[in-house]
């Protein structure tokens, strides 16, 4: 394992009835003010909306509301709330929804608390901000893990960029799976994929060698596998959902990523393909990893052999190392055909050769991946992925 520092994590209320629990002894540690921030609005037609203000009414809090927040949160988005938190001098952020209405309360925190423009410092100053509006998270749509770190990802739409940025770690988030029991199934899935994409592209980071950290991971990558099975079979049980939660929150609250440098090669090119075509982040994952890890595997096979066998359970002696890592990719293939996951971008709508050029040329090229691979190397396996 690498060198590393280990950072706090917020504070986890988990299980039903945990928003009670959260806001009842967390809320006396924030000023009057509270932004509720959400998306579209569904929290008001399932009766969650109600439960938070009734809970910061019992306080004694000041509600303003922020919504709208879209599924592919742009930095446009990140300015009006931060203009709205400094307007009405918001004490505290309850960011309730999924990963896109998190990540862009995180930067509405930070942005908020600076005259400076967010985008610029991080990304051409890389200069990070240190000082945010308190901010806690509400999970309703589980598979990002954003609740449980300080990264997001923003659309900027003026530079036609999706990428990263840093903004406030929560100080405390609130994973009740009854929240998920009216989310569409396929949404739960697409969520439920990303897990496991954050699971894999952090499993086959660097160093290749197996490391406990890996061994906690590929304990993670079979509880989401069994459990996103599970969860098709039986849509109304709480157990899988409380399962796949949990494995959301260990998949990005840093413990899998001690000691690793990660890959995240596959989140680097479907987030450029997100700041093109606004796709659905989990669905476009679910198309190029299979792809992707057929142009890169000879170059990490050793690991890529293990995971076949660790995950996918394929322990035939008879097969080459070569072999059996060809396995386990097909089995990642069948699996995401199996949860009903697109396989191609055509099934998604996307078709323009010309677009996914653009899309190529601006993706990131990440340290952790076992093969640095070029923009045209991308580009051709974005073709594929057609």
């Given at each position: ?203 086959f980071g660097q160093p290749a060698q197996n490391n406990v950290s890996d ?39 840093g413990i899998l990523k001690l000691g690793k440098v990660t890959d995240f ?42 995971y076949a066998r660790e995950v996918w359970g394929i322990h035939d002696t ?69």
């Amino acid at each position: 394992m690498n060198k590393f520092v280990m950072n706090r994590m917020p504070k986890v209320y988990f299980g039903e009835g945990a928003l009670k629990d959260a806001l009842t002894q967390e809320c006396q540690h924030y000023g009057e003010n509270v932004l509720v921030a959400y998306g579209g609005g569904s929290i008001k037609k399932n009766g969650i909306f109600d439960e938070v203000v009734r809970l910061l009414q019992e306080q004694k809090k000041n509600i303003y509301e922020f919504n709208g927040i879209m599924s592919n949160p742009t930095y446009a988005k990140v300015q009006e709330g931060a203009k709205l938190v400094k307007e009405k001098k918001i004490d505290f952020i309850l960011a309730v929804g999924g990963g896109s209405v998190i990540d862009c309360c995180k930067v509405i925190s930070a942005q908020a608390k600076t005259q400076d423009d967010l985008w610029t410092m991080e990304f051409d100053e890389k200069r990070f901000p240190s000082q945010f509006i308190p901010m806690g998270a509400v999970v309703t749509a589980s598979g990002t893990g954003s609740e449980m770190n300080n990264g997001a990802v923003i659309t900027n739409e003026e530079v036609k960029i999706k990428g990263g940025m840093l903004g406030a770690l929560a100080d405390f988030s609130v994973l009740d799976p009854t929240y998920t029991l009216t989310v569409p199934m396929a949404q739960v899935i697409s969520g439920a994929f990303d897990t496991f994409s954050h699971a894999m592209e952090t499993y086959f980071g660097q160093p290749a060698q197996n490391n406990v950290s890996d061994e906690i991971n590929e304990s993670i990558m079979r509880n989401t596998i069994r459990n996103m099975r599970e969860v098709v079979q039986n849509p109304q049980d709480v157990k899988p959902r409380s399962e796949l939660m949990w494995d959301s929150a260990m998949a990005e609250n840093g413990i899998l990523k001690l000691g690793k440098v990660t890959d995240f090669q596959a989140h680097q090119i479907e987030h450029q393909l997100g700041a093109y075509t606004n796709c659905n982040h989990g669905q476009g994952l679910a198309v190029i990893h299979p792809v992707l890890y057929r142009h890169i595997y000879k170059n990490g096979i050793e690991k890529f052999a293990r995971y076949a066998r660790e995950v996918w359970g394929i322990h035939d002696t008879k097969l080459s190392l070569e072999e059996t890592a060809q396995k386990g990719i097909e089995a990642l293939a069948a699996f995401i055909q199996e949860m009903g996951l697109p396989t191609t971008f055509t099934q998604m709508g996307i078709t323009d050769k010309e677009m996914l050029r653009k899309v190529a040329d601006s993706s990131n090229i990440t340290a952790g991946c076992c093969k640095k691979l070029t923009h045209d190397e991308i580009y051709d396996i974005l073709l594929e992925c057609l």
